[in-house]
């Protein structure tokens, strides 16, 4: 009976040690077993889209896509992220030759970077943004 309440007083001991490691920054307990609090990365400026768009053109449609006419929106801050999204607009090809006519896409840019791209869907911002040519 003695053996069990000592491994009983032992376990609750070291969860309340252990509980000690989780303290937030506003605790008060000693620096050392604070959590640090991550510093926030400023925000960065807004993308030069045009730029970005016409260098890694390859990113955002396929080469065989022939794409034309390629027009870009301003800028817009990305809600789930760090980076920032612009709609872009271009006549594309299919690959069969025949025409598709014009395609509108989100590219996701961060840290001067293409990162994802995707087609524009009816909920997007990109019917009623407006385009200047690249």
Not at 114 to 124: G, L, P, Q, S, T
């Amino acid at each position: 009976m003695l053996r069990i309440i000592a491994h009983v007083a032992l376990l609750a001991g070291a969860l309340a040690l252990g509980a000690c490691g989780f303290a937030d920054s506003r605790a008060p307990v000693p620096e050392f077993m604070r959590i640090r609090e991550t510093e926030q990365q400023p925000p960065e400026p807004p993308p030069d889209v045009k730029r970005v768009v016409r260098e890694q053109i390859d990113i955002v449609f396929l080469n065989t896509s022939y794409p034309r006419e390629v027009h870009v929106a301003a800028p817009h801050r990305e809600v789930r992220g760090p980076g920032w999204t612009a709609c872009v607009r271009a006549q594309l090809t299919s690959a069969t030759g025949s025409s598709l006519g014009p395609q509108t896409y989100v590219v996701t840019i961060n840290g001067g970077k293409v990162v994802d791209r995707r087609r524009a869907e009816a909920d997007d911002i990109c019917g009623t943004e407006a385009y200047e040519p690249i």
